[in-house]
């Protein structure tokens, strides 16, 4: 019974040991604000199938670049365990205004073109972090997790001189693997902040529409984006603690 009542003591100051040397990271639901930037590559492609006399089929490649603001909400929890790794758990919502345009094909002599317009407002993801910290206050990670945007297209060309400019629009709605990197560090009491980076694997959504004079459209767009964040997070582990 002395044995077992040794054993037992030996355990707690065991268990005891390895947690509270990071005791400031352990059972932490967290809230957080980030702010930053976000960019977006589009990869795109416009495709024309003719029937009829001289029927066939062209399409043209293109992409698109631009940059914007990016603000994040962020809810989460994360723990600590064997003494220094840390395991999260969170999910955000992107706030961001995102606009690009692409034009191919464009001859100002005759007026032709055939141009795009992508729009994104933001979006929401979840993740999962693995983190190891270097010091008490310190923290690197990495991430995997989700990301959904939506994405609205507007499309339109001008095939001949005298030809109508034929218009459509579509949406694509998108989710995406999402993995990143970043470190975090305490500053204060319940207090952290870190820098992030994140990038997105989407694949190519399409729109197939049947324009005049007996064509068919097609448009490719596969939307890639990334994410650079600056947040500022409070831990809420009194409740837990």
């Not at 310190?138 to 609205?152: L, P, Q």
Request: hydrophobic share 35%; charged share 20%; glycine share 10%.
């Amino acid at each position: 019974m002395k044995l077992t009542k040794q054993l037992l003591m030996a355990s707690l100051v065991a268990t005891t040991a390895a947690t509270g040397a990071f005791a400031d990271f352990t059972h932490s639901p967290y809230i957080g604000l980030g702010i930053g930037g976000v960019g977006a590559r589009h990869d795109i492609r416009f495709g024309e199938n003719t029937t009829g006399p001289g029927a066939g089929s062209a399409h043209h490649d293109t992409g698109s670049h631009k940059q914007a603001f990016a603000g994040s909400i962020i809810l989460g929890w994360g723990t600590t365990f064997a003494k220094n790794w840390h395991v999260s758990a969170e999910i955000d919502y992107l706030l961001t205004s995102l606009e690009t345009e692409t034009a191919v094909g464009v001859n100002n002599l005759d007026k032709t073109f055939l141009r795009t317009n992508i729009r994104n407002k933001g979006g929401f993801g979840g993740a999962l972090r693995l983190g190891y910290h270097l010091t008490k206050e310190a923290m690197v990670y990495v991430r995997a997790g989700f990301e959904h945007r939506k994405f609205n297209v507007d499309f339109s060309k001008k095939v001949a001189p005298n030809a109508p400019v034929y218009n459509s629009n579509f949406t694509v709605s998108n989710t995406a693997f999402v993995p990143g990197a970043g470190i975090e560090v305490e500053f204060a009491k319940n207090w952290t902040v870190g820098a992030e980076f994140r990038t997105t694997a989407s694949v190519k959504s399409e729109s197939v529409t049947n324009a005049e004079g007996g064509t068919t459209d097609s448009t490719q767009v596969k939307p890639r984006t990334y994410t650079y964040l600056v947040s500022v997070k409070y831990k809420l582990r009194d409740l837990f603690n």
